[in-house]
């Protein structure tokens, strides 16, 4: 089983829907993210969480929220989402250590909005 | 200026080739470099980290770095046909460490 899972892994919706893309963990990571992936614009951050009740915006967070549910998940939500909002969306995790830097990905969710 | 800045690619080196892929970053304060490797559609692997100026050899791939010059390069000695790949530099950036700014990626192409 993949230690950063990420569901649904596809998704078509409409425009004006919510939708919730729904990340968990079992490396036991204190920090999770979110990433949006776009052709010729590379990874993005859009959320970014260091505990649970710590959450903090990205570069591009308008039009997104999330929700830290426990250490181990991280969700984000399109409220009302849009077609510029049709991406890849990576959920990542990392441990705070100062050694091994290391962000772990997850399979990543395809979201197309109609 | 973006943070991150590599070139798009498509690079196309013959197999057995080495490949140079190189990276630029604006924040001066930046400690921690990072290359993954990124197939079409799925997510990106961690290859090589580096924090030094200097060289950093792992297997055949070389990852140099030179913070006067705000430069980061990956090579690659004997290309494979399997290294065809988009590859992602990132950088540590400003807010806290483990919270990296990724490059747009420059796409490999090895051919035989």
């Known amino acids: 089983d993949a230690d950063v899972t990420q569901t649904p892994r596809n998704r078509i919706t409409k425009t004006g829907k919510r939708i919730m893309l729904e990340c968990s963990q079992t490396?036991?990571?204190?920090?999770m993210y979110w990433y949006r992936q776009d052709p010729g614009l590379g990874l993005r951050l859009i959320y970014y969480s260091f505990d649970v009740k710590d959450i903090n915006k990205g570069e591009i967070s308008d039009g997104y929220s999330v929700s830290r549910q426990a250490q181990a998940k991280f969700s984000l939500s399109l409220e009302s989402a849009i077609p510029n909002q049709t991406a890849l969306y990576f959920c990542a995790t990392s441990n705070g250590e100062l050694s091994g830097n290391t962000i772990y990905f997850g399979e990543g969710s395809w979201l197309t909005v109609v | 200026q973006k943070e991150v800045e590599q070139n798009s690619g498509p690079l196309s080196v013959p197999e057995g080739a080495i490949a140079s892929l190189n990276c630029t970053y604006s924040d001066r304060v930046s400690q921690s470099f990072f290359w993954y490797r990124q197939y079409s559609g799925k997510s990106p692997e961690l290859i090589m980290s580096?924090?030094?100026?200097g060289d950093k050899e792992d297997g055949r791939f070389t990852a140099q770095l030179n913070k006067a010059s705000q430069y980061v390069s990956l090579l690659i000695r004997d290309s494979q046909p399997s290294d065809s790949a988009t590859y992602l530099c990132?950088?540590?950036?400003?807010?806290?460490?483990?919270?990296?700014?990724f490059g747009a990626g420059t796409r490999l192409a090895v051919h035989p």
């Open positions: 580096i924090y030094s100026n």
């Open positions: 990132a950088v540590n950036g400003a807010g806290g460490y483990n919270k990296l700014i």
């Open positions: 490396k036991g990571h204190d920090r």
